[in-house]
């Protein structure tokens, strides 16, 4: 089991460089308040501190079945 990360959008990417919108858009963010699960990539952690400002990011194990 590897670990994923919980990006939450919480802050509008309105007026931000069309090169953010692209990291967010690339996570599927689109939507102010939306989360989504991704996993724990090097590449996933570079995109997270392109828009660290607008996201919230938390740790969750991954749940096997």
């Known amino acids: 089991m590897g670990k994923q990360l919980k990006i939450t959008l919480v802050k509008s990417y309105i007026g931000r460089p069309e090169a ?35 996201v919230a990011a938390v740790e969750v194990e991954e749940s096997g079945k």
Do not use: W
């Open 20 to 54: 953010q919108r692209k990291v967010l858009r690339g996570m599927g963010l689109g939507k102010v308040n939306r989360t989504v699960l991704l996993k724990d990539t090097p590449e996933i952690r570079g995109m997270i501190r392109k828009v660290v400002h607008l």
